[in-house]
């Protein structure tokens, strides 16, 4: 029931990216890509912890929101399923956890902790006064590569930076496309986003600008590290799976949004990954 109420199966769109943030902070300390399974446990338990809190803390701060809304009316804490209290709770829970794993890192990577929940529980509150929150949902996904990076070399460099400017870029491009479903409903109750600012049409032109700038990342991070042509085809290869997302949704058709943004994410960065160990391994 919780795992279901902070729709615990969509950590697979931001935990590839984690993973190649680690594989590559690895690389680029002479080693194979695998930091070892200490490692690569603790990053996947803050990884996934993080996201608790922030979709915890998301589904308690927007529960009034939630309740008006008819796509969302039928989340638990609207229905009664669980409270405020019981989402709090299993917030605070899963903070405790995730300082725990980020202390078995090492210490930058609990130090900053903190800073990163800050922004995961801040983040919610950001559609009541700017457009541009639909934006900062996408820095909220792309804490996880520099995360991972941290978690492995206890560090940061330009190339963790490049990785999560793409994820930042990806990430806000799917939840300008899937906030458009509320478009109408969020101008009636003075809520921001890209597509109530500029309409429907605009977001999904703003959405797939970023998508192409997300790739020129990608592309530039294969460039930086001298990566091999696995990782230029996977970039190829999503660049691909990004275009048949709009085939699947339009300004005029959402009847697909759920597909386009479910399956697509997952496809997006699950390839990344592959193409990342494949790149890495020849």
């Given at each position: 029931?919780?795992?279901?109420?902070?729709?615990?199966?969509?950590?697979?769109?931001?935990?590839?990216?984690?993973?190649?943030?680690?594989?590559?902070?690895?690389?680029?300390?002479?080693g194979n890509g695998f930091p070892g399974w200490h490692t690569f446990a603790w990053i996947t338990v803050a990884m996934v912890s993080a996201?608790?809190?922030?979709?915890?803390?998301?589904?308690?701060?927007?529960?009034?929101?939630?309740?008006?809304?008819?796509?969302?009316?039928?989340?638990?804490?609207?229905?009664?399923?669980?409270?405020?209290?019981?989402?709090?709770?299993?917030?605070?829970?899963?903070?405790?956890?995730?300082?725990?794993?980020?202390?078995?890192?090492?210490?930058?990577?609990?130090?900053?902790?903190?800073?990163?929940?800050?922004?995961?529980?801040?983040?919610?509150?950001?559609?009541?006064?700017?457009?541009?929150?639909?934006?900062?949902?996408?820095?909220?996904?792309?804490?996880?590569?520099?995360?991972?990076?941290?978690?492995?070399?206890?560090?940061?460099?330009?190339?963790?930076?490049?990785?999560?400017?793409?994820?930042?870029?990806?990430?806000?491009?799917?939840?300008?496309?899937?906030?458009?479903?509320?478009?109408?409903?969020?101008?009636?109750?003075?809520?921001?986003?890209?597509?109530?600012?500029?309409?429907?049409?605009?977001?999904?032109?703003?959405?797939?600008?970023?998508?192409?700038?997300?790739?020129?990342?990608?592309?530039?991070?294969?460039?930086?590290?001298?990566?091999?042509?696995?990782?230029?085809?996977?970039?190829?290869?999503?660049?691909?799976?990004?275009?048949?997302?709009?085939?699947?949704?339009?300004?005029?058709?959402?009847?697909?949004?759920?597909?386009?943004?479910?399956?697509?994410?997952?496809?997006?960065?699950?390839?990344?990954?592959?193409?990342?160990?494949?790149?890495?391994?020849?």
């Open positions: 029931m919780f795992l279901d109420a902070i729709k615990f199966q969509e950590s697979v769109f931001a935990l590839p990216f984690a993973y190649i943030g680690m594989v590559l902070a690895d690389v680029h300390t002479g996201r608790t809190v922030g979709m915890s803390a998301n589904r308690v701060i927007d529960r009034h929101i939630d309740a008006k809304n008819p796509r969302s009316a039928q989340r638990h804490i609207p229905q009664g399923i669980l409270s405020a209290a019981e989402m709090t709770t299993l917030a605070v829970v899963a903070f405790g956890i995730f300082l725990f794993a980020a202390y078995q890192l090492n210490m930058l990577a609990f130090v900053l902790a903190p800073v990163a929940t800050a922004y995961l529980v801040f983040y919610p509150y950001t559609k009541r006064f700017t457009w541009t929150a639909n934006l900062l949902l996408g820095w909220a996904l792309a804490i996880s590569p520099s995360g991972a990076w941290i978690g492995v070399n206890g560090s940061l460099s330009i190339e963790p930076v490049l990785l999560s400017l793409s994820v930042a870029l990806w990430a806000g491009s799917f939840d300008i496309l899937y906030h458009t479903q509320d478009y109408e409903f969020q101008r009636e109750n003075g809520l921001h986003s890209v597509a109530a600012r500029f309409g429907v049409l605009n977001a999904f032109r703003i959405a797939r600008t970023l998508d192409v700038l997300a790739v020129v990342c990608l592309i530039t991070l294969w460039v930086w590290m001298g990566l091999g042509w696995p990782f230029l085809a996977a970039c190829g290869i999503a660049s691909c799976i990004l275009w048949y997302k709009y085939r699947l949704v339009s300004p005029n058709d959402l009847s697909k949004m759920g597909m386009a943004f479910g399956r697509i994410n997952a496809f997006v960065s699950t390839t990344m990954l592959v193409g990342t160990i494949v790149a890495i391994s020849i």
